[in-house]
Structure formats: C-alpha cells, structure tokens
T-cell receptor, first 116, second 115 residues
C-alpha cells in the first residue's frame, strides 16, 4: 500500500498562533486525501476531503476558516490550524485514497498538536 | 443515519485463543466497502482486512477473517491464534458517498491479549 508521512509528528504552540501540518504521499499520486481528528480514547472524525487542484470539502461543523487545507500537488496536502486555541489540541491524521479496487485509505502516522 | 456501531468497548483474549469483535452499520447504499483497522499504541492506523459489499464470500487474511452478513448489516472480525502483538484498538469502517468513498469509523474496541 501507499506510504504516507506527516510532519511534524508533534508540535506545541502558543494560543493564537497558527500551525501547519504536512501530509505527503511518498510513493503514490493521491488525487484525494482526507484529514481526521482524533481525541484521546475516541474514534477518528473526518474533518475534510482534500482534492488536488481544487477547494477542500469540509464536514458539517468543521470551521473551514479555522482549518485551512491546501492540496497543491499530487503528493502534498497541508492543514493549517489558524489562531489555535487549547481546544484545538488533538491528534490529527491524514490519509490518501487508493482509487483501485477497494478505494481503501492509507494513513499517515499522525501529528499531536498541543496548544498552550 | 450514517452510523457504524462497535458494541464492545473492550475485549480480552488469552494468547493463542480466538476472539471475535463485532461491528454493525447503517446504510442505504448498495456500493460500499468495509474495513477493519488496527491502531496500536503508536497510533499508526494499519489495515487488517477489507470486504467488498457485493461479494458474499467472507474475506480472510492469515489469522484474520470476517463474518459478513449483508442483510443484517453486520461485519465481525475473528482473530485466531491471538498473539501479544494483536493488542490494540480495532476500528471498523465503511465507505460512504460513492465517488469520494469517505470513511465512517466505529467507536472502536480495545483488545487486550493475556499471556
């Protein structure tokens, strides 16, 4: 399956600052990537679908002005958390979709964001 | 409603024994896919097994197999010969919104393997 990396793996920032998280598909051209958020001991919640060359599609209840997504190439999608607040602290995971037989997703290792 | 339900928050199994994790879901779609993912303490999501909804035959991957009951909308995972490395959170997922094939995940089952 596809190999997906995320950078950074862990970031601490001050309240009010912006943080950018990168998701790279290392061996696969990904027209579609997904961003998830996972709170401790909870499931993954889909935040948005990132489409190469077009605007991201956000799930209901996700603030698109707060969570900016850019999918500028077939191998890179970025999530920027703007004006971060402590309630934005979470584990953020990206995935790439394989448009083959199963439409399965391959996941990055995740990024732990802590906002002080 | 788009739901995936895992009714067992936690399960335990003795090493070398067999355990079954349950998953049920709601859908009105005919074209969808089902998956089980494992999330160990590292939090890296690892695909365990997948199933196409239009296939009646249950998927198997080595020690992992599923019991797929389409009419009942049930997709359980059986782990045979359990190993210590199987200890993890297990999430059931299905695709929805054909075209984008987004996932909806279940709430997860924490599996403990006892030596």
């Amino acid at each position: 399956g596809a190999v997906v990396s995320q950078h950074p793996s862990w970031v601490i920032c001050k309240s009010g600052t912006s943080v950018k998280i990168e998701c790279r598909s290392l061996d696969f051209q990904a027209t579609t990537m997904f961003w998830y958020r996972q709170f401790p001991k909870q499931s993954l919640m889909l935040m948005a679908t990132s489409n190469e060359g077009s605007k991201a599609t956000y799930e209901q209840g996700v603030e698109k002005d707060k969570f900016l997504i850019n999918h500028a190439s077939l191998t890179l999608s970025t999530l920027t958390v703007t004006s971060a607040h402590p309630e934005d602290s979470s584990f953020y995971i990206c995935s790439v979709r394989d448009r083959g037989l199963y439409n399965e997703q391959f996941f990055g290792p995740g990024t732990r964001l802590t906002v002080l | 409603a788009q739901t995936v339900t895992q009714s067992q928050p936690e399960m335990s199994v003795q090493e070398a024994e067999t355990v079954t994790l349950s998953c049920t879901y709601d859908t009105s779609e005919s074209d969808y896919y089902l998956f089980w993912y494992k999330q160990p303490p590292s939090r890296q999501m690892i695909l365990v097994i997948r199933q196409e909804a239009y296939k009646q035959q249950n998927a198997t991957e080595n020690r992992f197999s599923v019991n797929f009951q389409k009419a009942a909308k049930s997709f359980s995972l059986k782990i045979s010969d359990s190993q210590l490395g199987d200890a993890a959170m297990y999430f059931c997922a299905r695709t929805y919104s054909s075209g984008t094939y987004k996932y909806i995940f279940g709430t997860g089952t924490r599996l403990k393997v006892l030596a």
